[in-house]
């Protein structure tokens, strides 16, 4: 499928424009009339958005006669645009940017925010992230990159563009990595597509606010098409292994393909781009080879397999169990979800909704509205929930929450909770998290989880499971309960970053037994005695409760392009991180990420290694991590 990037001429009629008006998002779209026109005058100080947004509030926080006269002035605008009638003065982006983000936030932009936010805004036809230089054709420098997903895409687009040649190896059949391979029914993402896309490559027709898997591996796909990508990728092959020739500075990569064959590939860089959700975690539950029905986990969906009717068993309650078992409990004949832990779930009404028809309309047709959207997304999740994930060393209820702010929270995801399942004392008592909120991952709800679970065929059990047997699960209690199908949601081996691949580098090195079930990077991105060797979405650069993984993915090619060409300007064959300069940076996260709730919680979740050490999340906020990317110091580095 086509997907519209550029906006169309208006030749709506008066009457359309008021309708489409009625479902505008309005302090994103003043400042889009005010930089189409040039009249920064449309920004009216009495039309400000709240400067202080909370969980729930609507249009930035403006009151109705706000929303109002905003509404006329952009009917005014809309009409003059589309009659030829409208100023059309042009005004620097920076003009603009600083303006309006002091119209909507209430503050100027500082100074260091205002280049990033530059490259977030950027138009569609400018990249400010792409590449200003180009290897010299006569140098020879060919780069492997492990994987097509996501990240694996994007660093194939900045290779193309920098015309260093390329291959992307790619185990799959096709591109787009987890949103490939997850296609269990519900999959969806729950971070704004406006905000969960390229910076470069936004879209002006995303048909939901929070698209499905299919529209999400459709858009990838197109990506990687349309950037010339796709010809780089030589599918159905995997890398098995990867080993560094010290003495030509090259590495070899030694890959199977589906049809067994194996080959050995050279290049003087690797990217890895396999991402941190990809292998899954089957339970290590006693029994589970014996059941003789149907088993499957929800990242390798077994569609052949028909639900209807039938009895079937949910283990795991995380973020793909609750997109799934709403839409399974339909169809099932008897549903049991084996609860271990809770979720706290945060109240977005308009979740699986469809962009409405206005604004779908406006996205397509007002210039720059896409990008100021996605502004006001990316500008209210810098820091996100960052602060009440903070803990105070004083706040005495560690067990329930770690900071006044946190606890502040808390007490809204729990009225949101008692809300949902005030008519069900006896489940409400189940699915009331005892931990604190954002110490796992906090899950989208338009209500849906909740009419699930108060289904008559379902049936939400927190007993411990104790075996499992040929024809069903046993709990704790001695009980057997008997299946057709069992199905597992229970995630994926994240802390277990780039298995099964083994990689050896210098002086024979193997990189998982220097890590030693601690995976550890500098910025997350390159590991001593790995010259060369570069990472994406590495150790240490997932977010919980701020931003964009895209966002992240885009700061770490950034900064590997940097690499690139320090070696290629230099003649440098190799680069190795110092060990000083990576073990100073991870003491610093790793203090960082026991100021977070995730750190210090005393819960489950998949943002721990073995170690008990957080070695999945990035602890601060986002334009740190794009000041610490923007380019390599030589001086981490041993350069040969
Ligand atoms: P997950 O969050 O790790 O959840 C795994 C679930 O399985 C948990 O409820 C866990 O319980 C349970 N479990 C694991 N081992 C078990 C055992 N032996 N016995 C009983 N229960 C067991 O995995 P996920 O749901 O696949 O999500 C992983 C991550 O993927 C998310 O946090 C998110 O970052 C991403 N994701 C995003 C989306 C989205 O964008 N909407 C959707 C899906 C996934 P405990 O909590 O007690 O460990």
New binding site residues.
Partial sequence: MAIARAVEPISASDEEIRAALKDAFLPALLPALAQATGDLSLLRDDLRPSPRIALGVEQGGMTAEQQQAARELAFEVITAIRDGRAPSRTISIEEALMRATEWMTGTPAADDYLPLLLEELAPNDVDPRAPDWRKDPERPFFVAVIGAGMSGILAGIRLKQAGIPYVILEKNEDVGGTWFENTYPG????VSNAFYSYSFAQRVDWPHHYSSQEVLLDYFRSCAHEYGVVENVQFNTEVESVEWDEGRAMWQLHVRRKDGTRETIEANAVISAVGQ?NRP?Y???PGRDSFEGPAFH?ARWDHSVDLTGKRVAV???????A?FVPVIAQKVGHLTI?Q??PNWFVPVPHYQDEVPAGLQWLFRHVPHYVHWYRFWLFWNTTEGLLPAASVDENWPHRDRSVSEANEQLRTLLAAYLQAQFADRPDLLEKVMPKYPPAA??IILDNGVWAQTLKRDNVELLTDR?KEITPRGVVTADGKEREFDVIIY????QASKFLTPMKVVGRNGIDLHQQWDGDARAYLGITVPNFPNFYLLYGPNTNIVVNGSIIYFSECEVQYIMGCLKMLLDNGYKAMDCKKEVHDAYNERIDKGNLQRVWGVANV???YKNEKGRVAQNWPFNLIEYWQQTREPNPADYHLV
Avoid at 187 to 190: K, L, T
Avoid at 489 to 492: H, V
């Fill in positions: 999959a969806r993402v729950d959700l975690q339970p290590d539950i929800s283990i795991g309650t995380g973020a793909s169990a997109q084996f271990r832990t796992k991952r499971i949601g229970t995630g994926f489950n979740s998949w």
